[in-house]
């Protein structure tokens, strides 16, 4: 699986951004935030995280007719894999419809540009990096450093940066 620097020319996600979280991983995500309130996962594939989410709980799915860029309610909580080769504009709308937003992701797409910065700092803040080690042992096609990205909006602090590699 190729991570693109920039989104793709057409806009829409790539059959390689395809990678479902293992159910254990999920579970554990969704324990360590243990989100409150309304929560959405916007990129359900089999269900991990939507079904380790309490209630009340939405999905989209693009491959099931429910494509999230076009979600037009509001959500206290986004915990998701999100698509990496239109990372920029999922982000942008992961934003625009929640309050806290975790995404399982590689570790560098938090710094990846002065464009996500900035949009991170109008939001709020990166308020926690949950390090989880190498891709390759929650089956992603690469071995670069994965974990939790936890942005809140209207922080403003330091980001705290939690280690799970040791025990995984």
Do not use: H, Q
């Not at 990372?87 to 929640?98: E, I, N, R, T």
């Amino acid at each position: 699986m190729g991570v693109p620097t920039k989104p793709n020319r057409t806009g829409k996600a790539t059959a390689s951004d395809t990678v479902f979280t293992p159910v254990a991983t999920a579970k554990r995500i969704i324990d360590y935030f243990d989100p409150k309130g309304f929560c959405l996962e916007p990129c359900k594939g089999a269900g991990a995280f939507y079904d380790a989410m309490s209630d009340p709980k939405e999905w989209c799915e693009i491959t099931e007719g429910r494509d999230f860029l076009e979600y037009e309610g509001y959500a206290d909580w986004i915990i998701t894999n999100p698509p990496y080769s239109i990372y920029d504009d999922f982000l942008a709308k992961c934003f625009s419809v929640a309050d806290n937003v975790v995404l399982f992701a590689p570790v560098a797409k938090a710094f990846k540009s002065m464009k996500i910065e900035n949009l991170v700092r109008k939001y709020g803040g990166l308020k926690e990096i949950v390090f989880m080690g190498g891709g390759g042992k929650y089956g992603f096609g690469f071995g670069f450093p994965v974990g939790c990205l936890y942005y809140k909006k209207n922080f403003n602090g330091d980001c705290k940066i939690t280690y799970w590699e040791k025990d995984v």
